[in-house]
């Protein structure tokens, strides 16, 4: 019984668009019922209490840390300054990453406003340099083991489903800090706006936005494509890439499913407090759309969801082109 209303909930995800292929606007709540929510994901939870706890040791920590930054500037033949960037994050690792900055900068000009992108899951950047012609600092940030990060630190294991005993030992606790990191480091560059600050990530990188978003408020506008690690619990329960990773490693329990709670963009959805525009897709069977509406249910601040009900998890032209007109009205 059990089995088949998780197949119900599922065909209901399935469903509950229309099948034109197109973008479609949803307001909170019109998607799935909170009580479904509930239903699909009823085991329990740290409290509120607990997780607030465990990102204020774990900032402080990375507090404490120098942030060391190195910096080389890259050869430019190109219309803009590209530098690669290593900066000593939580727990003392060194990660990497890639700036890019327009060369037209008057003696007046305040700095560039910066858009933060993280990497996928394999990766993979959702925002390339070349962006920055648009009047923006581009910072590509490869979180601990990813990328050029793999230089310093490689992870004895799949980053999501193993080490999961303890919110300590897990990957994104470093992952997340990472991200604030480079932060630490841009915003004291003096071409950079350091009060215009956007997160803009497809996939893993996309859910890491949401994230670091209700950690650091510095950050003023998210835009998150088909966001990875949303709602551990119910992906963990359907057919997804968490349930694929975790069952691989014998780890799609409770105890996992805890730890990972600390990570999870819903349970810190309620510390969002600026605009969001999120994407996903009906036919994703990587990241589902129930797992990214949930999300979406819980953040409090203006907000936009873009359904595509024929995608899958890949790129979308439209939400390309709809991301940057609404940065610069929720943004700039």
Not at 5 to 14: A, D
Not at 95 to 121: E, N, W
């Amino acid at each position: 019984m059990i089995r088949n209303f998780k197949i119900y909930l599922w065909l209901l995800v399935l469903t509950g668009v229309g099948l034109n292929g197109s973008a479609e606007d949803l307001k909170p709540g019109e998607y799935l019922p909170g009580a479904v929510l509930k239903a699909a994901g009823g085991c329990p939870v740290p409290s509120q209490e607990q997780i607030r706890a465990f990102w204020k040791r774990t900032l402080t920590g990375l507090s404490r840390v120098p942030v060391a930054a190195q910096v080389k500037k890259l050869k430019d033949s190109l219309p803009y300054q590209v530098f690669a960037i290593t900066v000593q994050s939580l727990d003392r690792i060194r990660i990497a990453g890639y700036l890019s900055v327009p060369r037209q900068q008057s003696a007046k000009h305040a700095g560039f406003p910066v858009i933060v992108s993280a990497s996928g899951y394999s990766g993979d950047q959702g925002v390339q340099l070349k962006e920055c012609l648009r009047g923006y600092a581009i910072l590509q940030v490869y979180p601990r083991g990813q990328g050029p990060s793999e230089k310093y630190w490689k992870p004895d294991g799949d980053k999501l489903s193993t080490h999961l005993n303890t919110p300590d030992e897990a990957y994104y606790r470093g992952g997340y800090a990472d991200v604030i990191r480079m932060i630490d480091y841009v915003v004291s560059r003096p071409d950079i706006d350091s009060s215009h600050i956007a997160m803009v990530s497809s996939s893993q990188g996309g859910g890491i936005a949401l994230a670091v978003a209700a950690l650091d408020h510095r950050i003023k506008a998210v835009v998150a494509h088909v966001p990875f690690l949303c709602n551990f619990r119910m992906a963990a329960a359907m057919p997804s890439l968490v349930k694929a990773l975790l069952d691989r490693s014998h780890n799609n329990n409770e105890r996992s499913l805890a730890t990972l709670d600390y990570f999870d963009p819903l349970q810190l959805a309620d510390r969002i407090q600026i605009p969001v525009l999120m994407s996903a897709g009906g036919e994703d069977k990587t990241c589902p759309m129930a797992t990214i509406q949930s999300v979406y249910d819980r953040i409090r601040s203006r907000k936009e969801l873009k359904i595509y009900p024929g995608l899958k998890h890949e790129p979308s032209r439209d939400f390309y082109e709809r991301w940057w007109p609404w940065l610069k009205s929720n943004f700039v």
